[in-house]
């Protein structure tokens, strides 16, 4: 493993009690960050790398993301929710071989290392099969991304569990033998799940030690929440995918009890899942963790993602001011740097790893990116937080997970991939007939 001592950006590090931004060296000792210092020395380091001129901030986290549907990429982006319900789960499911998977999610996860982001949740409901799984499995360790693995399968029967056998059998083999995967479990949830279904799943996945994420857009509840809540089993390793509509208690009760919740709010605002749930989780002192939801319909940079969900919160905020003051607010109700924070800090908690990565701290892995400022769109980069927040993917230099580069110089590390191209397209023409939209 190789030191790697990175001078002169100014570094975002995410830590409480730290500067926004500050001018100081990063050294990278293997897979973990070492020193943050000023005027670093490092004798005998393998590389040092001037970063004058750019932002050195913690990788993103893109937290729900259907890596699986990346060779449908564009073809949904008028779709309602109910069309892509009705096209995606009730027509392409069923024709993905185990190679569609796997070629789709290491296009999907090399896209979103392009775009900024190291850790992904990979929200997996296409698992058919037990190679259907290993391909998606063996497709993001490919890539070189940080992931959670979220299996899932296609919707069924509300009477039936989780497949625990899947689970024991990924967590023995194909997840453990990968160094930057962990496993967790996408499960059908209280929303569409039987009571006692539900309860089954929640108690399996806290007996392994889990994350578990559900999907929730709107409607009325299911009983199966209340038989969860009364089960005792809501907790720091919940993880609610959208939550729109929630109503107002069932967010207390869940804040309470530690659970986390990813918001897509492109796809939530476009598809009409409902309200975004931000505004809601920030008046009970919690936040949103942030993901792109559905290359078929958006797409999957999670700064995009940011930026929807500041400006619509704000939106909803200043009218409201307006409506109760008759004039314009003072100040904003949300800031960049909580928008920054929902991308990296928010999205590793509602991962299960916020004791390894979305900060810049001594001990903790080494997943960084580099923002180069100087580009036109960006400079003069007067604020390192807010320059970060408007970058799009040719600002995003470089990226490091695990202390290893994954781009660098704004061009990705990986090899054939061009031929990975070629095989999306290939993957995505084949079930695009297979349904008959070509």
Not at 51 to 71: D, E, F, I, K, S
Not at 205 to 211: H, I, M, P, S
Not at 368 to 374: F, K, P
């Amino acid at each position: 493993m190789s030191r790697i001592l990175l001078r002169g950006a100014r570094v975002i590090t995410m830590t409480p009690g730290r500067p926004d931004a500050e001018l100081v060296d990063v050294l990278v000792d293997g897979d973990r960050i070492a020193v943050i210092d000023e005027d670093l020395e490092a004798p005998g380091a393998d590389e040092t790398v001037d970063l004058t001129g750019r932002v050195l901030l913690p990788g993103l986290v893109n937290a729900h993301l259907h890596t699986w549907q990346t060779g449908l990429r564009c073809v949904g982006a008028d779709w309602t929710l109910m069309e892509y319900l009705t096209h995606l789960h009730g027509g392409a499911v069923q024709h993905y071989a185990p190679d569609d998977m796997y070629v789709s999610n290491l296009a999907g996860a090399l896209n979103q290392i392009n775009c900024g982001t190291t850790t992904l949740g990979d929200w997996c409901h296409n698992s058919l099969t037990p190679e259907h799984a290993d391909a998606a499995v063996e497709g993001l360790a490919r890539a070189g991304i940080r992931a959670v693995f979220l299996h899932g399968t296609p919707y069924r029967d509300p009477d039936i569990p989780h497949p625990l056998a899947e689970i024991d059998r990924l967590l023995d083999g194909p997840v453990r033998d990968h160094a930057l995967l962990t496993l967790g479990m996408a499960v059908q949830g209280p929303q569409y799940s039987s009571p006692d279904t539900a309860v089954t799943d929640f108690r399996a996945a806290a007996e392994r030690g889990l994350v578990v994420s559900l999907h929730q857009s709107g409607g009325e509840l299911a009983p199966g929440w209340a038989a969860v809540r009364t089960a005792g089993l809501f907790g720091p390793r919940t993880n609610v995918a959208h939550g729109s509509d929630l109503p107002d208690g069932w967010i207390k009760t869940l804040v309470d009890a530690g659970v986390t919740f990813t918001s897509t709010p492109e796809n939530e605002l476009g598809q009409g899942h409902g309200t975004p749930v931000t505004g809601s989780l920030l008046r009970h002192g919690a936040a949103p963790s942030l993901g792109t939801d559905v290359d078929t319909v958006v797409p999957g940079q999670v700064l995009t993602a940011a930026r929807i969900a500041l400006a619509h919160q704000r939106g909803l905020d200043h009218a409201h001011h307006r409506h109760h003051t008759g004039t314009h607010a003072d100040t904003p109700s949300v800031t960049a740097k909580q928008a920054l924070a929902w991308a990296t800090v928010e999205g590793a908690k509602a991962l299960g790893l916020a004791d390894q990565v979305g900060r810049i701290e001594p001990g903790m892995q080494a997943d960084l990116i580099a923002v180069d400022t100087r580009a036109l769109n960006l400079w003069p980069a007067h604020d390192p937080i807010a320059a970060v927040l408007h970058a799009d993917i040719a600002n995003i230099e470089s990226v490091v997970i695990a202390g290893r580069w994954r781009k660098r110089d704004h061009t990705l590390l990986h090899p054939g991939l061009a031929e990975v191209m070629d095989r999306l397209l290939e993957s995505g023409g084949r079930l695009l007939h297979a349904m008959g939209a070509v």
